[in-house]
């Protein structure tokens, strides 16, 4: 440890070096120093130095390497706070701005995972002095340091319920409040000289680095957060900040959002792009934050086919978050949209093939139910937007694709609708009266498994197959019109009920002897272990609901087993009830 004396002598022969000739080790001496006075607690004392008119030419040299020591001072919040905030804020004045950003740059870049809100808050006020003392590139230096920024920020778990915002245990609320604040004079830059002809390539390069810092904040956090304008939330406020912010320096909407193909410069991977262009849809068209800045004169038809690409980027993902996201902005793209105009040709576009696949997944997978009732909701809603033809597509699509007895049975349920539709006076039409409405029959009154067909875990499309099949036996007077249509379907009718009525003995045969075994294991009142052992035997391969039946206690297997046997009577009554009427109309005819 040096003396006092030795430190005066050290500190004079800086002060009669040039610049030019001071070496390495000198700098390292320079921070040791710093490091110890403030190590003692000496901060009023290095203030002085700091600021003393003999020491500038020092300072100006060397002061940089001091930064970080300061720095982690002011995060760790230590005695003399005002003196360190007045030492750094002296340096940032004094030093060369393109030293300081470098270290600046190296302080972020080394941050501690345990102070990364801390220390960004810290150093934001100062980051901005040095950037606007900047002189060349400072463009290049604006985007390095809002990338370096959110890079770091990306790391901090982002805040989703009320109380997780209001508590802000990571700091991530407040930094986005200060990178805000820190934007504010570059994004002023840009508005003074948007449209100017004086404007230079510098300019249009910090629109840009603004630009990107939007769409990276788009992305991060705010794809990943719960935004509502009835809870004006730090989040929220941040997004409206951001959409501002685009408008700001004049970057066309509609460009990013339907025409984005045409940026070349932003420098994002492609998906990460979709993303933040999907939280930018969201945003505008559901949420509504700037929309008096988007032109009026695009159809709402062109603005839903150029949304469904990004509520299709929103439905692949299983958060919480994006599907709120997804399904909010499809029904707020769907909302205008006349009913019964979709054309037919839209479902060849890749978009509205995915968003049906995803919503179904998001329908019959999602563990969230009120995400479950909203994606049917919508669902609901899209095939009310699409023509005739349309729907016929749709539907043998979804009857053929979706391998879910519960969605086949919706899309039945909406079938029956369409054609009780077409039979009232003016809405008669060939895809549910005519030849194309056999097709739909076919896949209807279908067993894809034949004899071995699973009943129980088929029986919402069963039950609602024989319904429709029932319906339209009743409403036939349209469909007999058409000899050959009228004969297809009774042919199709036969073969089906036929084969159904065999499904419905063998499995009845077979629930019934495993209901039979089930009731004599339980009289017996075996020991624990082989009751568990027996119930486990029983019935191992039937899966109810997605769980398997050997997994429920016996009561339930109990339940299970005797509601599938009710199940086949219903099922069995039905078939009566459709053969009836089918006698009833042949003798009228008669």
Same mark, same amino acid.
């Given at each position: 440890?040096?003396?006092?004396?030795?430190?005066?002598?050290?500190?004079?022969?800086?002060?009669?070096?040039?610049?030019?000739?001071?070496?390495?080790?000198?700098?390292?001496?320079?921070?040791?120093?710093?490091?110890?006075?403030?190590?003692?607690?000496?901060?009023?004392?290095?203030?002085?130095?700091?600021?003393?008119?003999?020491?500038?030419?020092?300072?100006?040299?060397?002061?940089?390497?001091?930064?970080?020591?300061?720095?982690?001072?002011?995060?760790?919040?230590?005695?003399?706070?005002?003196?360190?905030?007045?030492?750094?804020?002296?340096?940032?004045?004094?030093?060369?701005?393109?030293?300081?950003?470098?270290?600046?740059?190296?302080?972020?870049?080394?941050?501690?995972?345990?102070?990364?809100?801390?220390?960004?808050?810290?150093?934001?006020?100062?980051?901005?002095?040095?950037?606007?003392?900047?002189?060349?590139?400072?463009?290049?230096?604006?985007?390095?340091?809002?990338?370096?920024?959110?890079?770091?920020?990306?790391?901090?778990?982002?805040?989703?319920?009320?109380?997780?915002?209001?508590?802000?245990?990571?700091?991530?609320?407040?930094?986005?409040?200060?990178?805000?604040?820190?934007?504010?004079?570059?994004?002023?830059?840009?508005?003074?000289?948007?449209?100017?002809?004086?404007?230079?390539?510098?300019?249009?390069?910090?629109?840009?680095?603004?630009?990107?810092?939007?769409?990276?904040?788009?992305?991060?956090?705010?794809?990943?957060?719960? *935004?509502?304008?009835?809870?004006?939330?730090?989040?929220?406020?941040?997004?409206?900040?951001?959409?501002?912010?685009?408008?700001?320096?004049?970057?066309?909407?509609?460009?990013?959002?339907?025409?984005?193909?045409?940026?070349?410069?932003?420098?994002?991977?492609?998906?990460?792009?979709?993303?933040?262009?999907?939280?930018?849809?969201?945003?505008?068209?559901?949420?509504?934050?700037?929309?008096?800045?988007?032109?009026?004169?695009?159809?709402?038809?062109?603005?839903?086919?150029?949304?469904?690409?990004?509520?299709?980027?929103?439905?692949?993902?299983?958060?919480?978050?994006?599907?709120?996201?997804?399904?909010?902005?499809?029904?707020?793209?769907?909302?205008?949209?006349?009913?019964?105009?979709?054309?037919?040709?839209?479902?060849?576009?890749?978009?509205?093939?995915?968003?049906?696949?995803?919503?179904?997944?998001?329908?019959?997978?999602?563990?969230?139910?009120?995400?479950?009732?909203?994606?049917?909701?919508?669902?609901?809603?899209?095939?009310?937007?699409?023509?005739?033809?349309?729907?016929?597509?749709?539907?043998?699509?979804?009857?053929?694709?979706?391998?879910?007895?519960?969605?086949?049975?919706?899309?039945?349920?909406?079938?029956?609708?369409?054609?009780?539709?077409?039979?009232?006076?003016?809405?008669?039409?060939?895809?549910?009266?005519?030849?194309?409405?056999?097709?739909?029959?076919?896949?209807? *009154?279908? *067993?894809?498994?034949?004899?071995?067909?699973?009943?129980?875990?088929?029986?919402?499309?069963?039950?609602?197959?024989?319904?429709?099949?029932?319906?339209?036996?009743?409403?036939?007077?349209?469909?007999?019109?058409?000899?050959?249509?009228?004969?297809?379907?009774?042919?199709?009718?036969?073969?089906?009920?036929?084969?159904?009525?065999?499904?419905?003995?063998?499995?009845?045969?077979?629930?019934?002897?495993?209901?039979?075994?089930?009731?004599?294991?339980?009289?017996?009142?075996?020991?624990?272990?082989?009751?568990?052992?027996?119930?486990?035997?029983?019935?191992?391969?039937?899966?109810?609901?997605?769980?398997?039946?050997?997994?429920?206690?016996?009561?339930?297997?109990?339940?299970?087993?005797?509601?599938?046997?009710?199940?086949?009577?219903?099922?069995?009554?039905?078939?009566?009830?459709?053969?009836?009427?089918?006698?009833?109309?042949?003798?009228?005819?008669?």
């Amino acid at each position: 440890m040096m003396n006092e004396d030795q430190v005066k002598e050290i500190i004079q022969r800086w002060r009669n070096t040039q610049e030019d000739d001071l070496k390495p080790e000198d700098y390292q001496q320079f921070k040791t120093l710093g490091s110890a006075c403030l190590s003692e607690g000496e901060s009023q004392q290095l203030l002085k130095f700091i600021q003393d008119e003999k020491n500038q030419v020092i300072v100006k040299s060397m002061g940089c390497v001091i930064l970080a020591p300061l720095l982690n001072e002011v995060v760790k919040k230590a005695k003399g706070l005002d003196q360190y905030q007045a030492a750094i804020t002296h340096l940032t004045r004094t030093c060369r701005p393109n030293e300081l950003l470098d270290s600046m740059l190296e302080i972020i870049e080394g941050i501690d995972p345990d102070a990364i809100s801390e220390t960004i808050l810290a150093l934001l006020p100062h980051l901005q002095s040095v950037l606007l003392r900047l002189d060349e590139g400072k463009a290049a230096c604006v985007g390095s340091t809002l990338s370096a920024l959110q890079k770091q920020l990306s790391r901090l778990p982002v805040p989703y319920t009320e109380q997780q915002e209001e508590a802000d245990e990571y700091g991530l609320c407040r930094c986005s409040a200060a990178l805000t604040v820190f934007t504010e004079p570059f994004v002023e830059e840009v508005k003074r000289t948007d449209g100017n002809c004086a404007a230079t390539a510098e300019d249009e390069e910090l629109k840009i680095e603004l630009l990107q810092f939007c769409m990276r904040s788009l992305r991060e956090p705010l794809l990943e957060a719960e *935004l509502k304008h009835d809870r004006k939330s730090p989040l929220w406020l941040f997004a409206v900040e951001i959409m501002v912010t685009l408008s700001a320096i004049k970057e066309p909407l509609p460009g990013l959002l339907f025409f984005s193909s045409l940026r070349k410069n932003i420098l994002m991977d492609n998906n990460q792009f979709k993303e933040a262009r999907a939280c930018l849809a969201y945003l505008l068209f559901v949420q509504l934050i700037t929309i008096d800045n988007f032109p009026a004169v695009f159809s709402h038809v062109f603005i839903l086919q150029c949304n469904m690409e990004y509520i299709s980027q929103l439905l692949s993902n299983k958060k919480e978050s994006h599907l709120l996201k997804g399904l909010a902005l499809f029904t707020k793209s769907l909302e205008r949209v006349q009913d019964n105009s979709l054309p037919v040709s839209l479902l060849d576009l890749k978009s509205f093939y995915s968003v049906p696949q995803n919503l179904r997944r998001v329908l019959t997978d999602c563990p969230i139910q009120h995400l479950r009732e909203s994606g049917l909701q919508v669902f609901q809603v899209f095939i009310n937007k699409l023509d005739a033809e349309a729907k016929h597509k749709f539907f043998r699509c979804m009857l053929k694709t979706s391998n879910h007895a519960g969605i086949e049975s919706y899309i039945i349920k909406n079938i029956r609708n369409q054609f009780e539709f077409s039979m009232k006076r003016g809405n008669a039409n060939e895809w549910f009266l005519g030849t194309e409405f056999i097709s739909l029959m076919r896949l209807v *009154l279908c *067993l894809p498994q034949g004899a071995e067909t699973d009943l129980l875990s088929s029986m919402d499309k069963v039950m609602e197959s024989l319904n429709l099949l029932r319906y339209v036996l009743i409403r036939d007077e349209e469909l007999r019109t058409n000899e050959d249509v009228w004969e297809e379907l009774c042919r199709i009718k036969e073969e089906y009920l036929k084969m159904l009525r065999v499904c419905i003995s063998i499995s009845r045969a077979y629930y019934s002897s495993e209901l039979k075994a089930l009731r004599e294991d339980q009289k017996l009142k075996a020991k624990e272990a082989r009751d568990a052992a027996r119930s486990t035997k029983l019935v191992k391969s039937m899966t109810v609901r997605k769980e398997k039946v050997s997994n429920m206690s016996p009561e339930v297997q109990h339940q299970v087993l005797q509601s599938a046997l009710v199940t086949f009577d219903l099922m069995e009554s039905l078939i009566v009830r459709i053969e009836e009427i089918t006698e009833e109309k042949l003798n009228k005819l008669n």
